[in-house]
């Protein structure tokens, strides 16, 4: 599997060792990003920040193109680990939302109550995810999605 495979497409299966080393790459990218752009800017120095409002433009969207690819990167690589559970690619969106909804729910509707309720229910979704993406080995042998990525490859037939 390529780099663009791995981290773009949304066919097929990873490992829990593929997913770590995706996630690994973007703390990766998004550190030298934030090191660069301070750097640049000239450290938190304000009279610096407000004198190079273009470079801060620049960064900015450079950033804002950075937070889709690694979106679009996160769900294709977060929909493959779950197709390695043998599950649907459906689930990503409540392992990556439900978190915050049911986080921000106490704000958005402060006259319903249950505040701590939803805040743990919040924090239960996100280490279900945490568990079910990042812990648990996938299915053994081939499922509907694919192969095993750590099965053996088939042998050759010999002639």
């Known amino acids: 599997m390529d780099w663009t495979t791995l981290l773009f497409s949304f066919k097929g299966r990873i490992n829990r060792g593929k997913y770590w080393l995706a996630a690994l790459i973007y703390m990766a990218v998004w550190t030298t990003f934030i090191a660069v752009s301070l750097v640049w800017l000239g450290g938190l120095n304000i009279d610096n920040l407000l004198s190079f409002a273009g470079a801060a433009l620049l960064i900015w969207l450079i950033g804002l193109i950075l937070f889709i690819a690694g979106a679009w990167s996160g769900f294709a ?8 559970r043998n599950k649907s690619g459906w689930w990503i969106l409540l392992f990556w939302f439900g978190p915050s909804i049911l986080g921000s729910w106490p704000t958005a509707a402060p006259d319903i109550g249950g505040g ?31 192969p095993d990525p750590l099965g053996n490859p088939a042998l050759a037939p010999r002639v």
């Open 77 to 84: 690589v977060g929909v493959k680990r779950l197709h390695d």
């Open 116 to 146: 701590f309720i939803f805040a743990l229910a919040a924090v239960a979704l996100g280490i279900w995810a945490f568990v079910e993406l990042g812990c648990l080995r996938g299915t053994p042998g081939p499922n509907q999605y694919g």
